[in-house]
């Protein structure tokens, strides 16, 4: 069974930076792709990153563009979230999702607040 472990969320003033991690486990195949998603209070999931193992592609949402960098340690099995300039509408529970052909498995999320 794949599973999750998302961390690095926490309280960060606007401007400053946050660092998150997702290391997956219990899956047997080369060719996945991990994803952030965040969800704030009262809106629905959004995409904001993903990354692919095998080409090592990425995809930034426009709202992040810029200000944040995904990158792999596909040796750990784990995917980072590097987070700058951090603005007040970052503010979401983010989360990672695993994808490979036999579908989608998620963490359970990370808090991250951004003062004003």
């Known amino acids: 069974e794949v599973q999750l472990v998302e961390s690095g969320g926490g309280l960060v003033q606007a401007g400053g930076s946050l660092r998150l991690s997702c290391a997956a486990s219990?899956?047997?195949?080369?060719?996945?792709?991990i994803g952030w998603f965040r969800q704030a209070p009262g809106k629905e999931r959004e995409g904001v990153s993903c990354?692919?193992?095998?080409?090592?592609?990425?995809y930034y949402a426009d709202s992040v563009k810029g200000r944040f960098t995904i990158s792999g340690d596909f040796a750990k099995n784990t995917v980072y979230l590097q987070m700058n300039s951090l603005k007040p509408e970052d503010t979401a529970v983010y989360y990672c999702?695993?994808?490979?052909?036999?579908?989608?498995?998620w963490g359970q999320g990370t808090q991250v607040t951004v003062s004003s």
């Open positions: 999702k695993y994808s490979d052909w036999t579908g989608d498995y």
């Open positions: 990354i692919s193992s095998s080409e090592g592609s990425t």
């Open positions: 219990g899956f047997t195949f080369d060719d996945y792709t």
